[in-house]
């Protein structure tokens, strides 16, 4: 336990859940993060990923309620407004009398359901937009930690065979090791929010991804390849940022933007999972073995078999074939950009498919010719 650099008022069997555990001391020359503290790993590490769990249900619910919700709802009512109030300029929405100079009680009637209709639809886009609102903030700043994280570290996405140098890479350094640790979190975290909110038609898939994920990151941080792991990271994360922000421009009715933003994450997926990973994994299958001492030497840090090795490799090509099945449908997505349709994933949740059964014949705060749904 981190019991000297605690809190003094922190009880003794509440510190690893408030600090990194197993602290040591930094290495004779370390070739990262000079100046910072340094870390071993063990079970205790468990401690500190269930507060990161309760910290992030804690952060997501605040961003959703208290920033989120109420932003789209501002922006989503304005509009409406504005789009009735020029209408009722027009004679177009309970201006049109009949002969005798009255509204109609049928036209009545009908103005009062179409604005039902387009409140559910707004409170249905706002919630929308705040969910996918909490995705973007934690990737765009996660990955900026994973970046500043993989800058400071001797290695590079071109030049993947650094990644097996003077293995193993011990002892961690705070940021990794904090890094790592609050990746994991969120993915367990993902894990819990996927099986408790309505399912979603690639319910599965996204189980099998984030199982693997999650496996991966546990065994890379147990077997000290905590390089490779963080570079794939950042990799990952980086086109995650942009396909929540076309969603949400999507919900709050901007169309350009949502494809414009989807085009730029088609792009980004592209590079940074079908042509940056995979070459990721082609070091990891040709590069490590000839790189790395291959035994099995736990009192020097060394894990890593050649059968434990192929086992990485084996989990990262299914990790690879989830994401070409995935790109196969953000491509069909794109062609209805292409063609003018805009973008719609094809992987909608069942609430949304009975929805667009009992609304798409209405006029809805939210334009169906844009409609991103992919999940993460």
Not at 112 to 134: I, P
Not at 143 to 154: A, D, E, K, T, V
């Amino acid at each position: 336990m981190n019991i000297e650099r605690s809190p003094e008022w922190l009880p003794t069997f509440l510190v690893p859940f408030f600090s990194l555990s197993y602290p040591t001391n930094p290495p004779a020359e370390p070739d990262s993060f000079a100046t910072s503290y340094y870390y071993s790993t063990g079970l205790l590490d468990g401690c500190f990923v269930v507060t990161a769990i309760a910290v992030m249900a804690i952060l997501r619910d605040v961003a959703r309620v208290f920033i989120m919700e109420p932003f789209a709802h501002w922006f989503l009512t304005r509009r409406t407004s504005f789009q009735s109030a020029k209408e009722v300029s027009s004679g177009s929405l309970e201006g049109v009398s009949n002969g005798n100079g009255h509204v109609s009680t049928v036209e009545k009637s009908d103005a009062a359901r179409k604005r039902r209709r387009e409140e559910r639809a707004t409170r249905r886009s706002v919630l929308r937009f705040a969910e996918q609102g909490w995705s973007m903030i934690y990737y765009t700043l996660q990955w900026s930690f994973g970046l500043y994280i993989h800058c400071n570290l001797p290695t590079s996405p071109f030049v993947p065979s650094k990644l097996w140098l003077d293995y193993p890479h011990i002892p961690l350094a705070e940021p990794l090791k904090c890094y790592y640790l609050i990746q994991t979190a969120f993915y367990i975290h993902q894990v819990l929010i996927l099986n408790a909110e309505a399912r979603r038609k690639d319910h599965y898939q996204m189980m099998f991804h984030h199982v693997i994920t999650i496996a991966l990151m546990v065994l890379s941080y147990i077997y000290n390849l905590h390089r490779v792991g963080c570079l794939i990271m950042v990799l990952m994360d980086y086109c995650d940022i942009f396909l929540p922000l076309a969603k949400m421009f999507r919900y709050l009715t901007i169309p350009t933007l949502c494809d414009a933003t989807f085009t730029w994450f088609l792009v980004s997926w592209f590079i940074t999972r079908h042509v940056l990973f995979i070459y990721v994994i082609k070091s990891t299958y040709s590069d490590a073995p000839k790189l790395m001492t291959l035994d099995w030497a736990p009192e020097h840090g060394h894990f890593v078999t050649y059968e434990a090795l192929m086992g990485f490799v084996i989990l990262l090509i299914f990790l690879q074939f989830i994401q070409i099945i995935w790109f196969g449908m953000i491509c069909r997505v794109a062609w209805r950009v292409i063609s003018g349709k805009g973008a719609e994933d094809t992987r909608s949740d069942d609430e949304d498919d009975v929805n667009s059964h009992i609304e798409d014949t209405t006029e809805t705060p939210v334009p169906a010719h844009s409609d991103l749904k992919k999940r993460r």
